[in-house]
């Protein structure tokens, strides 16, 4: 094979590789849009506690945990109110 064929052939497997961890992977939701929405807050945790072993450190859950730590934070400052 010649130098540019196999430059060409990395390239496109590179490519599709790359196209194929986008579709299958779910785009991940931030801190704040779990501070957002409150039931997606507690679905994504329900699902985390449920399987611990394998989503404890995915990005989703570290940040569903995250909003919850801030959340009860801001309810415990609108309870002082």
């Known amino acids: ?9 990395i ?4 490519a599709l590789t790359g196209c194929n961890e986008t ?8 801190v704040g849009w779990f501070f957002d929405h409150r039931d997606e807050l507690q679905a994504t945790q329900k699902a985390c506690r449920d399987n611990p072993g394998e989503r404890r450190s995915t990005p989703d859950c570290i940040n569903a945990n995250e909003a919850r730590k801030k959340i009860t934070v801001q309810e415990m400052k609108d309870a002082l109110k």
């Open 11 to 14: 390239a496109v497997t590179a």
């Open 1 to 9: 094979m010649t130098k540019k064929a196999s430059i060409l052939v």
């Open 23 to 30: 579709e299958t992977r779910q785009q991940t939701k931030t």
